[in-house]
């Protein structure tokens, strides 16, 4: 068997996830980001693909509370919020992927697909193809947050039919209820993923 080629894939690691003065503040996050960055430069060494997801929403959009979604206002297109955290950028590289996920209302909590809030239609964004287009059989999933789009990344990588690695140490959760956290590994690990 060919040695399976593998891809990190960074989600979310925004500034209104992970600066303390974010809107959407996840508490672990300034703990695992030396984790990702870790992982970043080992992915960097072994050439393989790094993809980003940013969290891209518009400025009302069912995802919102004001508009009767579940969160406050964060990663509104084009705002400070929205960008990467400084880390990251500087961690990025030409060649690097990166996914924007929510951009037309959609909830957009995985990186592999959009789903309507108010349809419930569900429809896949490039990455899957992309993936497989390049090769990758393993992903290895870090990044904000464990509860929400890490979790929903994973399964769906899982159903894409990828090998997936959660790297635990470098994720995060909002944990809006306490063990949501705990929950979302113990399915990821149900659904065959490995957490590491
Ligand atoms: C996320 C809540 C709302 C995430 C995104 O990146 O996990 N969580 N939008
Ligand atoms: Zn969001």
Redesign the pocket.
Known sequence: MAKPQRALLI??L?VD?GDPAGS?F?AGAPAALPHVLRLVERARSHGELIVW?Q?W?PESTP?FAPQGG??PV??VAGSPGAELLPEAVLAQRPGDVVIRK?VAGE???SAFSLRNPITGEVRSTELAALLHSSGVTLVTVC??????????TALDALTAGFTVEVAVAATAG?ELRDGDTAAALQEIESAGGVLC
């Open positions: 989600v979310d925004q996830f959407l996840v997801s969290d929403h995802h579940t969160w964060h990663c929510g909830d957009g909590y990044g904000l947050a464990t509860d929400w789009c890490v979790k929903a909002v």
